[in-house]
């Protein structure tokens, strides 16, 4: 349950984080296409993938309970950055 919970409460930071470096980017670099994609790097799931590096750390020094709570803010963090990206992508390229 406490892992669902967490997963939910990741899914809706990074959805929020996501939909502000949309609207108002901290520097342009957060702005910028990932490669030809209609994503930005914002839309990059980088909190996600760092609290599943966390997880992977507290789980192999023996602390599991700590490590699903953060596997599940990671996993739901990554979704929500991802998803708004899907959700709100920039125009395609011209050709």
């Known amino acids: 349950m406490r892992t669902a ?3 939910a409460l990741g899914l809706a930071a990074g959805v929020v984080v ?3 470096s949309h609207r108002k ?11 030809s994609t209609r994503l930005r790097r914002s839309d990059l799931p980088v909190g996600g993938t760092l609290a599943l590096l966390t997880a992977a750390t507290l789980r192999r020094s023996g602390r599991p309970c700590a490590a699903s709570v ?8 990554a ?6 990206g899907l959700a709100d992508p920039l125009p ?4």
């Not at 953060?70 to 963090?77: D, Q, R």
């Not at 395609?92 to 050709?95: G, I």
């Open 79 to 84: 979704a929500g950055a991802v998803g708004t």
């Open 70 to 77: 953060v596997g599940g803010l990671g996993v739901g963090a």
């Open 18 to 20: 996501t939909r502000q």
């Open 92 to 95: 395609p390229l011209s050709r």
């Open 5 to 7: 919970a967490a997963a």
């Open 25 to 35: 980017p901290l520097s342009l670099w957060w702005a910028v296409r990932v490669g």
